[in-house]
């Protein structure tokens, strides 16, 4: 089974810029539909934004439409999430998961959606 491993987090400013990465242990580029998620404590996991098998679709929540964006690089196995304009609210782990479920990928946005999970990536935006 794929192996996730989130990077990139950090503590930043209010209206600043942080970039995640998703390493997986394996292939994913048209085999597994990528997202991420972001949990704070005390409240359920909020889906943010997923990216089909080819790279070809995303689609993101409301809450980060036009100041995050979801790549993939098929070469390096990875998923990346460009966040722009953070502010204290966008304080989290932020997870990433894989999912093989043959769906389209803006149907996918539920936990329970996915299988596989990384063990997250704290985000720490300061006002």
């Known amino acids: 089974q794929v192996q996730l491993k989130e990077s990139g987090g950090g503590l930043v400013q209010a209206g600043g810029s942080l970039r995640l990465s998703c390493a997986a242990s394996?292939?994913?580029?048209?085999?597994?539909?990528m997202a991420w998620f972001r949990q704070v404590p005390g409240k359920e996991r909020e889906f943010l934004t997923v990216?089909?098998?080819?790279?070809?679709?995303?689609y993101y929540a409301d809450s980060v439409k036009g100041r995050f964006t979801i790549s993939r690089d098929s070469a390096e196995n990875t998923v990346y999430l460009q966040m722009n304009s953070l502010n204290p609210e966008d304080t989290a782990l932020y997870y990433c998961?894989?999912?093989?479920?043959?769906?389209?990928?803006?149907?996918?946005?539920?936990?329970?959606?996915?299988?596989?999970w990384g063990q997250g990536t704290q985000v720490t935006v300061s006002s």
């Open positions: 394996e292939r994913t580029n048209t085999v597994y539909t």
């Open positions: 990216i089909s098998r080819t790279g070809a679709t995303t």
């Open positions: 998961a894989a999912s093989d479920r043959l769906t389209v990928a803006v149907r996918l946005t539920l936990e329970s959606d996915y299988t596989y």
